[in-house]
T-cell receptor
C-alpha cells in the first residue's frame, strides 16, 4: 500500500522556473527519499533525507523534511526541459519502503 | 553507481503462456530485491520482497502461485508470470538494495519490463 501522497499530481512550468513538489506521509519514518522516473523507465535515486535532518541540497535540488507535519518538499531550481519526468517520494521504516503517487512534471522549453 | 539490469525490456505473449523476467545486480551483491507493478501514470505497487536463499514475502492481494519469485543468488532474482492473462499486462520493475541491516538507504532500479498479454 502507498504511504506518501504527492501534490500536485501534475505540474507544468516554463524552462528556468522553479518547481516545487510536496509529499505527505502518515507514519514515523527512518528516512525519506526522492526518485525520478522518465516515461517507461525505471526509477533513479535523487536524494535521501534522514528523519533527524531538516534540509538537504544536491545541485539544483533542495529537499526539506518536517517530521512534525509529516511532510517533505522537493524544489528543483532553474528547471530545464530535461527535468521533465515523474517524481516520487518514498518513505522508509524498518526496511519497508513505500512510494507515493508521484508528481508528473513537464518543463516547457 | 550501482547497476541493475532487467530483461526483457518488453514482451508480448499469448494468453495462457508463462513469462520470466530477470533482474540482475551487475556490480554489487543485492541482499534484498523488490518487485513492483506499475499502471500508466500511477505509482509503484510493491508485489513482493525477496531475500537471497529464502522464500519471497508477498504483499497482500498478490497471488504467489501466479507470480513466482526466485532469488537464487545475490545477483539474480526472477519473476515468472504464470498462465498470463490480459489483465496481467503491466509495467513490471525490479529494484535491489545492497545495504544490510534495518534501514534501506537507496534502491537501484532496473529499467522495467512492459508485458503485453494478447
Amino acid at each position: 500500500s502507498q504511504q506518501g501522497e504527492e501534490d500536485p499530481q501534475a505540474l507544468s512550468i516554463q524552462e528556468g522556473e522553479n518547481a516545487t513538489m510536496n509529499c505527505s506521509y502518515k507514519t514515523s519514518i527512518n528516512n525519506l527519499q526522492w526518485y525520478r522516473q522518465n516515461s517507461g523507465r525505471g526509477l533513479v535515486h535523487l536524494i535521501l533525507i534522514r528523519s533527524n535532518e531538516r534540509e538537504k541540497h544536491s545541485g539544483r535540488l533542495r529537499v526539506t523534511l518536517d517530521t512534525s507535519k509529516k511532510s517533505s518538499s522537493l524544489l528543483i531550481t532553474a528547471s530545464r526541459a530535461a527535468d521533465t519526468a515523474s517524481y516520487f517520494c518514498a518513505t522508509e521504516i524498518n526496511n519497508d519502503m513505500r512510494f507515493g503517487a508521484g508528481t508528473r512534471l513537464t518543463v516547457k522549453p | 553507481g550501482a547497476v541493475v539490469s532487467q530483461h526483457p525490456s518488453w514482451v508480448i505473449c499469448k494468453s495462457g503462456t508463462s513469462v520470466k523476467i530477470e533482474c540482475r545486480s551487475l556490480d554489487f551483491q543485492a541482499t534484498t530485491m523488490f518487485w513492483y507493478r506499475q499502471f500508466p501514470k500511477q505509482s509503484l505497487m510493491l508485489m513482493a520482497t525477496s531475500n537471497e536463499g529464502s522464500k519471497a514475502t508477498y504483499e497482500q492481494g498478490v497471488e504467489k502461485d501466479k507470480f513466482l519469485i526466485n532469488h537464487a543468488s545475490l545477483t539474480l532474482s526472477t519473476l515468472t508470470v504464470t498462465s498470463a492473462h490480459p489483465e496481467d499486462s503491466s509495467f513490471y520493475i525490479c529494484s535491489a538494495s545492497s545495504s544490510p541491516g534495518r534501514t534501506l538507504e537507496k534502491l537501484f532500479f532496473g529499467s522495467g519490463t512492459q508485458l503485453s498479454v494478447l
